[in-house]
Structure formats: C-alpha cells, structure tokens
C-alpha cells in the first residue's frame, strides 16, 4: 500500500494567516490525489482534486499544487470556518489511501 | 444535490456480521462507482472498497476475505457486509460516491458502529 504523511500533525494559526500543510507519498501518484476538510462530527468534504483542481463550490482561498511524491495544501486569509482538520489521499493505486491528518487550530 | 444515507444497526456482536445500507437520492445510481469508507481513532480514515454501477467491485486486500459490496439499481442503494467482525472494526462507516478521476465527492453522514457483546 502506499503511504501517505502529512506534515505537521497539527498546525496554530490565526484569522488572516496563509498556511501550508504538505503531504508525501510513498511512491509516485502521478497528480492523483485529493485533499479534504473534516469537522467534528461530519464527513469529509472534497477541496481539491487531481493534486491541483479545485472543487466546485469550494473557496479560492484553498489552493493545491504537486506531483510525483510531495505535495501541498495551502490556504490564503484563513477565516474562522476554516479551523478544522485536513487530509490528503492518494488515488494513483488501490487500495486508496490516507494522510493521518493535519489539525488546524486557532492560536 | 446528490444525497447519500447510511443506514444499518449500530451495534454488532463479535464474530457476527455486519450490514450496512447506503440509499442514493438526488441523482441516479446508475453511473459512477459507490464507495464505502470507514473512520476510527486508531487507524484514521481507511478505505473498504466501491463497486460500480454494473457491479464491478474492488476490495481493500486488508479486508477482502471479509467484505461484500453489492449494489441493487432498482432502489438506488448499495450495501456493505462484514463477516466474523472484531472490535477492530469499530468505526464511523460512511458511503461515498467516487469520480475516480475528479475524487471522491459527495459522502454521506456517517453511522458509528460498534462491535461490543
């Protein structure tokens, strides 16, 4: 299976702030892999897909780039709606699999 | 809007089985593949596996000897069974439809099963 880290596990910001959170594959997913945000207590919601392709609905603010092994989340003028918890998946081979996750918080 | 319900008990004995139902609304379950994913605190987000329209199916290795995934047209569902379950699997189950190349993109609420006697 591949292995999916993220980095860091949890992350302290504030309202306004522009933050990156970086997901390594590893082997080589090509540009296969999506990047989700999670509240408590609710399913995950799709922001990004194919590495840079941003979801219908989903703010400018997100924003995503890489391929290959390395890649990354990045979030402009974070607001608060936006504290919560992110994870990368790849879809290059089965089965998919997960980042454990990264947890935004309010500093 | 596509719409997608888990439903199903939410506690199963050891060793026994467990089933899940997921009702599609909003849009049609004849297209794209059906997903089931499954949540807990040891082992983050995994995934089981989907199965399409015309039921083709793909298992996670991990869990292939015990799961069956099968999907019923007619009402717009499709269903998850796992056998001979342990505590392990303890998670939140949810359902999912899944792009394959745009993502996984709409999930249902998630239902939390517990395996306990």
């Known amino acids: 299976d591949i292995q999916m880290t993220q980095s860091p596990s949890t992350l302290s910001a504030s309202v306004g702030d522009r933050v990156t959170i970086t997901c390594r594959a590893s082997?080589?997913?090509?540009?296969?892999l999506a990047w989700f945000q999670q509240k408590p207590g609710k399913a995950p919601k799709l922001l990004i897909y194919?590495?840079?392709s941003l979801e219908s609905g989903v703010s400018s603010r997100f924003s995503g780039s890489g391929s290959g092994t390395e890649f990354t989340l990045t979030i402009n003028s974070l607001q608060p709606d936006d504290f919560a918890t992110y994870f990368c998946?790849?879809?290059?081979?089965?089965?998919?699999?997960f980042g454990q996750g990264t947890k935004l918080e309010i500093k | 809007q596509v719409q997608l319900q888990e439903s199903g008990p939410g506690l199963v004995k050891p060793s026994e089985t467990l089933s899940l139902t997921c009702t599609v609304s909003?849009?049609?379950?004849?297209?794209?593949?059906w997903t089931w994913i499954r949540q807990s605190p040891g082992k983050g987000l995994e995934w089981i596996g989907y199965?399409?329209?015309?039921?083709?199916?793909n298992y996670n290795p991990s869990l292939k000897s015990r799961i069956t995934i099968s999907v019923d047209t007619s009402r717009d569902q499709f269903s998850l069974k796992v056998s001979s379950v342990t505590a392990a699997d303890t998670a939140v189950y949810y359902c999912?439809?899944?792009?394959?190349?745009?993502?996984?993109?709409?999930w249902g609420q998630g239902t939390l099963v517990t395996v306990s006697s």
């Open positions: 999912a439809r899944d792009l394959i190349n745009e993502g996984i993109d709409y």
């Open positions: 909003g849009g049609s379950i004849s297209s794209f593949y």
């Open positions: 199965i399409s329209y015309s039921g083709t199916t």
């Open positions: 082997q080589s997913i090509s540009s296969w």
């Open positions: 194919k590495a840079s």
């Open positions: 998946q790849q879809y290059n081979n089965y089965p998919y699999t």
